[in-house]
């Protein structure tokens, strides 16, 4: 399993783009990279996955560069409600097999007024 | 759309006392698994299910256990409480296990042991 890394904490204000980087320079050739989003007290909420090059969705896009040894979340106009903690993991990716999603230490976002 | 279902929301326990936590997958997914998150710390993967039958262990205490049934629900079985057990459990069900099947999660069930 790849080991993943990112900042502990970012601070944003309202109406700005936030990019949170996430490292995995072990990342295997089968590897998806994953991004989840947890409000407190609440389930952690899939985000977006992706393997190469650039993922978009309705709420986040994902980009991955060619040596797929990182991967960066980017929240186009953050509002409050996008305070939360975004984790990103790495994993193994055979289809059909035994698969441990491990959460490991995710990035604190705070948006501010 | 059907999301997963975990009862209680909330549970007080003494100490040496016994908890079961439930959790109704999404229809049709195949896939559960355990998490406990104790304050300000990230989930930590307990155990899983695959096609009801126990898939993978992570670092989950020998007094819990869990199990899945034939409907594909799940519950894990707390026993001989502790106070270190007092933590957030969140159970969630994938389409098929792999991490190409995104994890859908409950609201948890907050568990407090006094």
């Known amino acids: 399993l790849a080991k993943t890394t990112q900042p502990i904490s970012m601070d944003s204000y309202e109406g700005q783009e936030v990019n949170i980087t996430c490292s995995h320079n072990n990342i295997a050739t089968n590897d998806y990279i994953t991004w989840y989003q947890q409000f407190p007290s609440q389930g952690p909420r899939f985000i977006i996955q992706?393997?190469?090059t650039k993922v978009t969705n309705e709420v986040a896009s994902l980009f991955i560069p060619a040596d797929r040894k990182s991967s960066t979340l980017s929240l186009p106009r953050v509002s409050l409600s996008d305070t939360a903690v975004y984790y990103c993991l790495v994993g193994d990716g055979k289809r059909g097999g035994s698969y441990i999603p491990t959460f490991g230490r995710g990035t604190s976002l705070i948006v501010h007024p | 759309a059907a999301g997963v279902i975990q009862s209680p929301r909330h549970l007080i326990k003494e100490k040496r006392e016994t908890a079961t936590l439930k959790c109704y997958p999404i229809?049709?997914?195949?896939?559960v698994y355990w998490y406990q998150q104790g304050p300000g710390q990230d989930p930590q993967f307990l155990i899983s299910f695959y096609e009801k039958m126990q898939s993978d262990k992570g670092s989950i205490p020998d007094r819990f256990s869990a199990q899945q049934f034939s409907d594909y629900h799940s519950e894990l079985n707390m026993s001989s409480l502790e106070l270190g057990d007092s933590a957030l459990y969140f159970c969630?069900?994938?389409?098929?296990?792999?991490?190409?099947?995104?994890?859908?999660f409950g609201n948890g069930t907050r568990l407090t042991v006094t």
């Open positions: 229809p049709r997914h195949d896939t």
């Open positions: 992706g393997y190469k």
């Open positions: 969630a069900s994938s389409l098929v296990m792999g991490q190409d099947s995104p994890l859908h």
